[in-house]
């Protein structure tokens, strides 16, 4: 497999969390980061391992009072499995036994501790995310089409042949289902779920109907609710909200949900038998899906703590991203997959933009050209990035 430079950077002065779905590279990004220091791995992926401390979670603190001098790490992979460790974890950066390493942790979700009421440490612990691979990280290796068919886990880039990409997607949907819900014990009937990832990936990118999807699914809205929460909660997807100046009013509003992956929502929607192409509907909503993740990931590297949310009025005209920028004004965003976008795309900027108070009004495309009419700013969709702030000098990322 190829080796990617990632843009994930845990500062390394402190110990950390690093959480992300499975598959997109946690425990090789902490391997690589930690390679030239002394390291004890403790792999809870491994039955015996998350056997012996889930039933004695003190052993570790024990053991550490005899190891502590032989090691600057302890690095604990999927921390969710034995979350009582973290108690154990607490105490020994407080501790004044001795002179602890550091701790390195990775799960697939900060949330799903959480909600396991689980010690996240109080700070003591800095939080990162990773995600899928950026553009930026897959550099020349980027190619648009294959990105939207098969989505950048980095396993997907070993595989030579289609054949090849979509059993590793077909079976990385299965390996969810059975590690990150059942053996969590996360549903009792794994049927509906699984019939709710389907109809939630065939949605995907589009306004949440939950009453529907209840009825569509066999369950009530309840339910679907709190399915969604758990794709959140194992960060296979995250909610777009309506934009409103007010928070109260934003969490009001209908969301939209856009799975993590383009490759993964193909797979679960069971559509990875039909390649897309450019100019069909099918590639400009996976184009969307991706240039939104995107975002979201460009944003939690580079620190820049934007908030992003959709705009819709009762009568149907859409600005398919607002991107508020602290200090900056609004970033308004029409995203369009077209090489030769139109102002007749843009139609709803122009109407709507005056509404929204002071902004920036953008069309991202595919277009090779950069230029402005009525105030609309077109250019590529990597040009765009760079030009509302995601992405940041080459300097600062290198």
Known sequence: ???????????????????????TGKT???????????????????????DLYRRDPDLLYKQLLVKHAEFDWVFIDEIQKAPELLNVVHRAIESREFKSPKFAMTGSSARKLKRGSAN????????????????????????????????SLPKIFSFQEDQEKAEF???YGLTYLKEEIWNEH??????????FLEVAAQANGTIVNYLKMARDVGVNEK???????LLEETLLGFHLNAYSRS??????????????DTGVARALARFLGQRITPKTQPYGLAFEQFLIAECIRLNDYFRKDFRFSYFRTKEGAEIDLIIDRPGESLALIEIKSSETPSMNDVKHLIKLRDELGPCETFCFSNSPLEYIEEGIHFLNWKDGLKKVGLVPGNDAIQ
């Not at 996360?186 to 019939?195: C, G, Q, Y």
């Not at 339910?223 to 929460?229: M, P």
């Open 1 to 23: 497999m190829s080796i990617f430079k990632r843009h994930c950077k845990p500062i390394n002065s402190n110990s950390y969390f690093l959480f992300g779905a499975r598959g």
């Open 28 to 50: 090789s990004l902490i391997h690589g980061m930690l390679g030239s220091e002394r390291v004890w791995v403790i792999n809870l992926l491994e039955l015996t391992t998350e």
């Open 120 to 151: 996240l440490l109080a700070g003591r612990a800095f939080v990162n995310n990773l995600y899928p691979l950026t553009h930026i990280e897959l550099a020349d290796q980027f190619q648009l089409d294959q990105v939207l068919n098969w989505g």
């Open 169 to 171: 997607l077909r079976a």
């Open 186 to 195: 996360l549903v009792d009937n794994l049927d509906p779920f699984r019939l």
């Open 223 to 229: 339910t679907v609710k709190r399915y969604f929460e």
């Open 247 to 260: 928070v109260r009013k934003r969490q009001s509003k209908s969301p939209k949900f856009y799975l993590f």
